[in-house]
């Protein structure tokens, strides 16, 4: 074995130019952008089994609800040859960011632990997503304990226009013992609720404290919440967003490239087969230059989407096969499954999983 360069600051870095400015959130505000890993600090890791299942996001966006998650999983156990899954991954729109220990109750109705009971009846298993880091201006939480929060930082860091988005997003402080407390008490609730896969998301917001000088205090803090998760060996962790630096023996899986599709521009051609293109060449160039961080966490190429409503054509969903078969991580499909044709699944769908059977 030898050094291991982790090239680009973060899972969502262009590793094709690590020092790419914007989006803003690609570059680390202390230029450290690739970052060399010695022999003798890499952990022996023995990764856990890499999941199969489906995420909520990449089709339904916020658009989710107790009825939309339960139907796509009704829809895969009825149908388990040719959806062989085993996680139904509930992704944002579950509840105001923020608010974890509270899902919305008019999509929810039922509290999570039934939810999860549900999945579970059905044969699978339960995922959940959440950012640790942030909760919007309509948050309880942040209503109710605004000094919680690093002043005047934007959370998701994609442009100077950031600040004109409402609801704002803002970033809790993990040196107020209060915050660290309160996000403990939510991975304890998520575990108690029997969900057996976290989805953290966005974990680069609070090395954007203009407080911090060197990456050295946020690289720590984001290394203790993570290990507060790694306490929990039951739960497989993906993370996303995440500094690659300070996750290192932390998470079993990490994202490798940004969002391959964005949902809000289904069927919105051209526009989406232009910004998914441009994903999925920057998915093909990160997974070949973070390939020999296999060592460290199993890597994560995001879902597998081949409906036409995404605008990619033919042969880039089996471009994207095969990006995800070589990843050899985790394996999420992301279309609303119920769409899908016979066509579609035997020539897109069955392939992915035939190595892995």
């Keep these: 074995m030898t050094d291991i360069n ?3 600051w973060q899972s969502w870095s262009d590793c094709n130019s690590p020092n790419r400015k914007l989006p803003l959130r690609y570059s680390s505000p202390f230029g450290q952008n690739v970052i060399t890993v010695p022999f003798h600090k890499i952990p022996t890791v023995n990764h856990k089994p890499p999941p199969r299942g489906w995420c909520s996001w990449h089709w339904f966006g916020n658009n989710i609800s107790e009825n939309t998650i339960l139907d796509q999983a009704r829809f895969i156990a009825q149908n388990k040859k040719q959806f062989p899954l085993e996680y139904i991954l509930i992704d944002s729109g579950w509840c105001t960011w923020g608010d974890w220990l509270t899902p919305n109750s008019k999509k929810f109705p039922h509290n999570p632990k039934w939810l999860v009971k549900e999945i579970h009846k059905l044969g699978l298993k339960a995922g959940i997503w959440f950012a640790p880091l942030l909760a919007t201006s309509t948050s309880d939480l942040y209503r109710k304990y605004p000094t919680w929060f690093i002043p ?6 994609v442009s100077p226009l950031d600040v004109l988005i409402y609801p704002k997003r803002h970033v809790l402080d993990l040196q107020n013992p209060k915050v660290t407390k309160y996000l403990n008490s939510v991975v304890d609730y998520l575990s108690d609720c029997g969900f057996e896969l976290f989805k953290l998301d966005f974990l680069y917001a609070g090395h954007f404290n203009p407080e911090f000088k060197t990456s050295a205090v946020p690289d720590n803090l984001l290394q203790t919440l993570l290990s507060t998760v790694h306490c929990h060996p039951s739960i497989y962790t993906i993370a996303c967003g995440c500094p690659l630096a300070p996750a290192v023996g932390m998470v079993d899986a990490m994202r490798i490239s940004d969002d391959i599709n964005i949902p809000q521009l289904k069927y919105l051609w051209p526009v989406n087969h232009l910004i998914h293109t441009s994903r999925l060449n920057q998915l093909t160039l990160n997974l070949k230059l973070r390939q020999q961080t296999k060592v460290l966490w199993n890597l994560d190429p995001d879902a597998f989407i081949c409906h036409p409503a995404h605008g990619l054509t033919p042969a880039q969903v089996l471009h994207l096969q095969s990006l995800i078969k070589s990843a050899s991580g985790p394996i999420f499909l ?14 897109f769908i069955y392939p992915l999983f035939q190595s892995h059977n």
């Design 152 to 157: 005047n930082l934007e959370a998701t860091k």
């Design 6 to 8: 982790l090239i680009g």
């Design 334 to 347: 992301g279309d609303n499954l119920k769409l899908l044709s016979a066509n579609q699944i035997d020539k």
